[in-house]
């Protein structure tokens, strides 16, 4: 009885987020030479793409994890069954090739998912270094910075040997360190890292306003208001601070450009209106497996070759209804896991929703942007984080009830020792 007492009641740390830290960093490695390998002159094994790199990566998780990275493909199974079935489709279906631009990625997608879901369950504080690590590769992007005129305004890019250098790709990059560190700010306890973290943001938000891109300020702008309902809870205080900080820079003049850029072009006609009834047309005449993804756009009626700029339209038209479905799913599992967690009170489940709603809007102006690092970090850590509390709680449960069946156990034994040992003693 006393043994079984001293049994200790909680479940035993594992050493797996040790394991996993070369495959971190391994990954962030992958991501610095997929932005800035090119520019840098950094040339591995040939001018090796990063989708190789990758692949050791992944190994290292399933070294780490053994037979555990099965729980952690199983809770990635929405979107890994989107990437599998959409490349099938292309590659069985349609013939295209490995190499097409809207083929080759969706192979990287697939690796960046399984590293990413097993990351952030298993690695504390996963996304913090993260945040950082993006803030990093977004400022050493600056000085490839170069300006373009069009439509009366001008706007900056990144220079094409970078990744994401489109003009929208960098202000979703830029705007995911916007939204994180503004609630990082309210979060913080300390007043100066609470400046710090927003004085950052501004920074950060300066360079998305120039790249004028709307897409990116409207997902912004809602993800911060639906972050709001839970930060405001706080206190209004952080609120009037972050308020003084905003009002004082504009008074200054710092975002008068971005202000006359946004205002020219508000009703700028890009052809994505154009171009998405065609789309939808297109959709509507091979629903079952779309059209291939050499051919993902249409001419408008201003002779234009138009892309869909909608991830949503991308798999509809590329690979038709069954792959479009699980990506839809996928967001969803990821928002209704983000309401989930954000119940449990943690402070890190604050970034969750807010995080997938900015993702999700991306998305929607945009052909690959959830593909991008940060993108697929803000859809998968919920899920991840959803997954092992479930498992967790599971987990304890069963613990708890083994103990408690050991316990009844000696108990009996106990009962049914005492009369005999009585009776031996009395025989003695």
Not at 114 to 127: D, G
Not at 400 to 414: A, P
């Amino acid at each position: 009885m006393r043994v079984v007492d001293a049994i200790p009641m909680q479940y035993p740390q594992s050493t797996a987020s040790a394991a996993l830290a070369p495959a971190e960093y391994g990954y962030y490695f992958v991501i610095f030479y997929t932005v800035l390998g090119a520019p840098l002159g950094i040339i591995l094994m040939g001018s090796i793409g990063s989708g190789f790199l990758l692949i050791p990566v992944l190994a290292l998780c399933f070294l780490a994890l053994g037979p555990g990275i099965l729980n952690t493909m199983q809770s990635a199974w929405v979107p890994l069954a989107c990437g599998i079935t959409y490349l099938f489709i292309q590659l069985a279906v349609h013939g295209e090739s490995l190499y097409e631009p809207y083929v080759y990625p969706f192979g990287q997608w697939i690796l960046s998912l399984v590293i990413v879901q097993a990351l952030a369950a298993h690695r504390p504080n996963f996304l913090n270094r993260f945040l950082w690590f993006t803030l990093f590769m977004g400022l050493s992007m600056l000085p490839y910075m170069t300006p373009s005129q069009g439509g009366g305004y001008e706007r900056v890019a990144l220079n094409k040997e970078l990744g994401y250098a489109n003009a929208n790709a960098m202000a979703g990059w830029f705007g995911f360190c916007v939204v994180c560190l503004v609630i990082k700010g309210y979060l913080e306890q300390r007043t100066i890292s609470r400046f710090v973290a927003w004085a950052l943001a501004l920074v950060a938000m300066y360079v998305v306003t120039l790249t004028v891109s709307r897409g990116a300020l409207l997902a912004i702008s809602v993800s911060l208001l639906v972050a709001s309902r839970r930060l405001l809870k706080g206190g209004f205080l952080p609120l009037l601070l972050l308020g003084g900080c905003i009002l004082g820079l504009v008074e200054l003049g710092l975002f008068d450009q971005a202000v006359r850029s946004y205002s020219m072009r508000a009703g700028e006609e890009t052809g994505r209106f154009r171009v998405w009834p065609l789309l939808i047309e297109r959709f509507l005449g091979s629903p079952l497996i779309g059209v291939g993804a050499a051919h993902p756009g249409a001419i408008t009626s201003t002779g234009k070759y138009v892309t869909p700029h909608n991830s949503f339209l991308l798999f509809a038209v590329a690979s038709g209804i069954l792959p479009l479905m699980l990506f839809c799913a996928y967001l969803v599992r990821s928002g209704l896991a983000a309401l989930r967690t954000g119940r449990s009170g943690e402070v890190e489940s604050a970034f969750h929703l807010p995080l997938v709603v900015y993702a999700v809007l991306i998305t929607c102006a945009g052909n690959t942007d959830f593909m991008s690092p940060w993108a697929i970090v803000a859809l998968s850590l919920p899920v991840a984080v959803d997954a092992v509390s479930m498992h967790g709680t599971s987990s304890d449960a069963a613990m708890l009830g083994d103990q408690l069946h050991l316990r009844r156990s000696c108990t009996t034994l106990d009962v049914l020792h005492g009369p005999l040992r009585s009776s031996g003693e009395k025989r003695v």
